[in-house]
């Protein structure tokens, strides 16, 4: 027995099938899901070219010297060879440059996040008179750039007896960084809520009290991101602390390396060894604190 279907049924039907295969053709999750896979290819090509000059560091500090000559840079050490580094270890008694940057560095650090802080809560806060005119003053002072300002601190270190030593370079970098840090923690605390300070004043609060029990807690996470960005700004400055700190018992890890640098030019390994020296305890310390600068800029930018 023939059953006879109905042709425009049949039809209906055919465009019904056809339509989920032109959506999925025309999908825009899937060409937005394509365009994110080259997004993250590039951002991994570069990734791998900022870490390419580190991994060189990495095989040439541990390769012997007569492997270099014949191999060149890029090849895999046969076997590993610490006289490299321990002569350039020995060579500029690294254990005080170390210790000196180490110092240097986390105290500007914390010097500079605590001037940050009581800057911003009296311009963002405080709401001082003229607070866009004292911005633009900060501003400036991390925008001049260093070779401009060298000489007058050249002369007030020296007017003041804290040329050559720790204590005045720990100011002078401090207070040039705090500018940058009181710019970024206005516009944080300019949007404060009004209420919660309102209230802590009718609790009887003083400016003090505010600052340290409302405003400190809920700021922590950036100035978390200031301690990091203030430590390894430190760590890697060079210009400053080689005018303000000539002896050798004061200079830091990147003084030290650019001093001595022309010393090992002939021997490439030892200059691979000096930089990897340089580098890895600012990179240790950026993995150690990576987990609480990410989580302070993910709760800055959900605020």
Known sequence: MMTITNPERRISQNSRSSKPSVARENNPIRRRGVSGWVIVGVLFFCALLMLFPFWLALINGFKPAS??????????????????????????????????????????????????????FAVGIGRIKGRIWVLAIFMLGFTIPQEALVYPLFLLTRELGLYDTKLGVIIVIAVLQSAFGTYMLSSVLGSFPVEI????????????????SIVFPLTKPTLSVL?????????????????????????????????????????????????????????????????????????????
């Not at 990897?276 to 993995?287: D, M, Q, R, V």
């Open 67 to 120: 492997q270099y000559m014949e191999s060149g840079p890029l090849a895999l050490p046969n076997s590993l060879d610490f006289s490299s580094l321990v002569s350039f270890w020995k060579g500029v008694n690294f254990n005080e440059k170390l210790l000196n940057s180490v110092l240097i560095s986390g105290s500007v650090a914390l010097l500079a996040v605590v001037l940050s802080l009581l800057s911003s």
């Open 197 to 212: 300070l309102e209230a802590a004043k009718i609790d009887g609060a003083n400016r003090w009290r505010m600052l340290w």
């Open 227 to 303: 301690v990091t960005f203030f430590f390894i700004w430190t760590w890697n400055e060079f210009f400053l602390p080689m005018v303000l700190l000539p002896s050798a018992g004061n200079q830091t890890v990147s003084v030290s390396l650019g001093a001595l640098s022309g010393q090992y030019t002939s021997s490439p390994t030892a200059l691979a060894a000096a930089s990897l020296a340089g580098i890895l305890p600012a990179f240790i310390f950026f993995l150690l604190f990576q987990r609480t600068l990410m989580r302070g800029v993910t709760l800055g930018a959900v605020k």
